[in-house]
């Protein structure tokens, strides 16, 4: 393809021409200019023991939600526009908490695993890291994520870091569930497990073992090394697929039963009230999901040409199939490209070349997954369940670009 040497003029966009990706046009015998930092010497290995991102990345942080944020009861989401590819650095991980970090001592640290076992066992971290482990890529996504149900309490200023960044991915390193629990020996009649955290909340959820025995970690680790405070240091259930409460942080218990415990999380809280006034219970499966991150809501406008569209698929119930993609509000629909490896509750990246021409356009995603299942649309979604539920939104969200290449988003 030869690519014509010349800027983006006025007259182009207004005729609505194709405009390639370009770059100012130099002369044949253009120099560098020669920088400070090419002419002295560079800092010192000793100055990093431990790696920073560069000073000039400072604005790329995770935020606080809420204004000002709960103290006591606190969530800080993701900068999900500013990443690339699938996995979120250790240190950009979005964090949800009832109750603070604690900073718990790995060695005074102890799981309880007893209720309906043959031998209630005390693990040390030192006997958990002595089981043989595994890794695996998963996304977390906390279940009130898009907090898009009520119209009136969206603000139309809001990023994908405010309505998706309660989500997160990384490869977690740890022992499978079933071979600590096999070593504690499972009783016939137990059919329910009770987790529970160290942390001041003592955060406590009542899982369906046979839902989870073949893919519940207990994990240590996160990207290579061991996991951070805010993520469950130094032991953490992870239940790859459903909602993020479920795995619980800074673990210390699991109890076996035959029945759930009905503990406070998923009796006064996370549960979906519907519209005929019933709630549904343990609704455990993030269902498949995908937002457009590039573009997406931000203060500096889009220039017009060509730029890629990517975004993040996901499905708590498997593989992502296929996302497509609108750039007219849902008129028409193109495939996006999937960019491998495509792994089961694991988010996937999607991307789509395409040229902007200066006019309104509305960007819109929508992903399938391995069981069929399609992204609803915000409307479909509230008429299945109401607009009272807090937890669990899926649907499709629009952001809406205006002549002058602002991005936001819109209902
Ligand atoms: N012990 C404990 N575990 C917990 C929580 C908590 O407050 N305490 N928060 C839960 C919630 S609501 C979510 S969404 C995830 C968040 O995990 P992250 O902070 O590592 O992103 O942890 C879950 N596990
Ligand atoms: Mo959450």
């Known amino acids: 393809m030869k690519i014509p040497k010349r800027g983006i003029g006025r007259r182009g966009l207004l005729a609505g021409a194709v405009l390639p990706v370009t770059a100012p046009p130099v002369a044949e015998n253009a120099e560098l200019a020669t920088p400070p930092w090419t002419r002295s010497q560079g800092a010192s290995v000793l100055e990093s023991p431990y790696g920073r991102p560069s000073p000039f990345e400072g604005r790329v942080i995770r935020r606080p939600r809420g204004n000002p944020p709960v103290p006591t009861a606190a969530s800080a989401n993701t900068p999900l526009q500013d990443l690339h590819g699938i996995i979120v650095p250790n240190g950009l991980h979005y964090i949800r908490d009832h109750a603070g970090t604690p900073t718990i001592d790995p060695d005074q640290h102890r799981l309880l695993v007893h209720g309906e076992v043959e031998r209630p066992l005390l693990f040390s971290m030192d006997d958990i890291t002595r089981f043989p482990s595994v890794s695996r890529i998963h996304f977390l996504e906390c279940s009130g994520n898009t907090p898009l149900w009520q119209a009136e309490q969206v603000n139309p ?83 790859p697929g459903f909602e993020g409460n479920t795995s619980v942080k800074w673990l210390r218990r699991l109890k076996l039963a035959d029945a759930p415990f009905e503990t406070r999380e998923e009796t006064s809280k996370y549960t979906g009230l519907l519209p005929d006034g019933s709630a549904r219970q343990f609704v455990f499966i993030m269902e498949v999901k995908s937002v457009i991150t590039h573009p997406s809501p931000s203060p500096t406008a889009l220039r017009p040409g060509f730029r890629e569209i990517s975004g993040l698929a996901w499905s708590g119930n498997g593989r992502i199939t296929g996302v497509e993609v609108s750039t007219d509000g849902g008129g028409t629909w193109q495939s996006a490209v999937l960019q491998t490896p495509v792994l089961p509750q694991c988010l996937t990246r999607f991307r789509l070349p395409w040229t902007w021409s200066g006019g309104p356009a509305r960007l819109l995603s929508r992903a399938t997954d391995d069981t069929g299942a399609v992204q609803p649309t915000r409307d479909a979604l509230i008429a299945a369940r109401g607009t009272n539920s807090d937890y669990h939104f899926n649907g499709i969200v629009k952001w809406q670009v205006d002549a002058s290449g602002q991005v936001q988003l819109a209902l």
């Open 157 to 239: 200023r809001w990023t994908v870091q405010d309505t998706h960044g309660l989500l997160s991915c990384a490869e977690w390193t740890g022992v499978p569930l079933a071979t600590v629990l096999a070593e504690a020996g499972v009783k016939p009649g137990a059919t329910w497990m009770l987790a529970e955290g160290a942390d001041g909340a003592a955060m406590t959820r009542s899982i369906p073992l046979a839902a989870v025995m073949d893919r519940a970690i207990l994990a240590y680790a996160q990207n290579g090394e061991r996991m951070r405070p805010e993520q469950g240091y130094p032991l953490r259930l992870f239940l």
